[in-house]
């Protein structure tokens, strides 16, 4: 159950009756109803019938101490009936005439099934926490800076999806993919969040699917431990200073899946005494989605120098044929400590003259390339792919 003022979440498992339980709704709020696979894939989204077959809506205000039954319709859910609910006006477009909104479908892949009739395109046909195009320009979000077009940096202003006007600040998903020159990929993943000022909690668990949970580990001290799917505000997790309400971790996945679109991540801060008044504290029951938006994710070839023009040539694109990302060349001495990195370097660009400065002749140096997207929340980026490094 998704908060349409404040995109907090209430889930719950749906057992093999179909019989589910919600706890610490906020009856004084609209919601929505999003129903993810077993392994947190947005599965369906709500579809409210209105007097029109091309138009829906998907918010409702009043929560029944029962809910109207739910019925899965592909890429929706419908309820039996509007018994206790009462449907929110807002014209969603749903031109097939079958209650699935038009942005389910998408002329980029930018819904939740395929079809390649389907060109018109609604921002509003998925809420926003789950809309990887809330600007319907058929540009992924985590490509642009800008979606509401104020001349402001999204993320500088806390504006987007990762933001929250209730108990979170912000959540953070950053996908680091490296690889070596035999082609052995690594990847890691680093968690961020932050709390509203004056709010406590003794940890932010990390719900997402299999792949990210299974043989993932973390490092503690010196050694590598399993991951307990937990972010900590202890200064040694990734986090920043301890008790300064920002809570993190790295964690290194057991095998280098990619992230599928749509795949959701839940953050969910939990409080030490237990409070259960969601009116009072904000973050009881609460759940902080973020979501992997969909795209092809490749690892980068080992880049190419020319030591005559001292020319670094990047291999590969790590986004398919998307090329509006940035990339930035790191050079690294004999003991791996950085002694140089580049400016920013637009992804239609493939070259980079490296500096006379850049490293010492005499010394043994290697250099690496390293693309991403733009900053969903400032210091994070959603992807970051780093590429072999190569010998200068």
Request: net charge negative; charged share 15%; proline share 7%.
């Amino acid at each position: 159950m998704l908060d349409k003022g404040t995109q907090i979440v209430r889930s719950a498992i749906i057992d093999a009756s179909g019989i589910f339980a919600l706890t610490h709704v906020r009856e004084d709020r609209a919601h929505t109803m999003i129903l993810l696979s077993p392994d947190n894939l947005l599965r369906s989204t709500l579809s409210l019938p209105t007097i029109s077959a091309t138009v829906i809506n998907q918010y409702f205000t009043g929560v029944p101490d029962q809910l109207p039954p739910l019925f899965e319709r592909g890429p929706i859910i419908i309820f039996g009936s509007f018994d206790g609910i009462v449907p929110i006006d807002e014209a969603i477009n749903s031109d097939r005439g079958d209650g699935v909104p038009n942005s389910a479908y998408g002329s980029s892949g930018y819904g939740l099934i395929d079809s390649g009739s389907m060109t018109a395109t609604d921002p509003n046909g998925l809420p926003t926490v789950f809309n990887p195009d809330r600007n319907a320009n058929n540009t992924l979000d985590i490509f642009e800076s800008d979606i509401n077009k104020n001349s402001k940096i999204d993320s500088a202003e806390g504006v987007g999806p990762n933001f929250f006007s209730e108990g979170l600040e912000y959540a953070a998903v950053q996908y680091e993919l490296s690889s070596n020159s035999s082609g052995t990929e690594t990847v890691q993943i680093v968690f961020s969040a932050k709390l509203k000022p004056h709010l406590v909690a003794q940890d932010i668990k990390i719900l997402g699917s299999s792949t990210i949970i299974s043989g993932a580990t973390t490092t503690s001290g010196s050694s590598s431990v399993a991951w307990d799917q937990t972010l900590l505000d202890d200064g040694a997790s990734d986090d920043g200073l301890v008790g300064d309400g920002i809570f993190g971790r790295r964690i290194t996945l057991g095998s280098p899946t990619r992230l599928r679109g749509f795949e959701v991540i839940l953050f969910e801060p939990r409080r030490i005494d237990g409070e259960t008044n969601p009116t009072d504290q904000p973050i009881t029951g609460s759940k902080y989605p973020v979501t992997a938006p969909p795209l092809t994710l490749n690892a980068l070839s080992t880049p190419v120098w020319d030591a005559v023009t001292r020319t670094i040539n990047r291999v590969g694109n790590p986004f398919g044929t998307i090329t509006a990302y940035t990339w930035s060349v790191a050079v690294f001495d004999a003991n791996n400590k950085p002694v140089y990195t580049s400016l920013s370097i637009a992804g239609t660009e493939d070259t980079l003259v490296l500096p006379e400065n850049a490293f010492n002749s005499t010394g043994t140096y290697k250099a690496k390339v390293t693309a991403k997207c733009q900053e969903q929340v400032p210091g994070y980026s959603f992807f970051v792919v780093t590429s072999p490094p190569i010998s200068l």
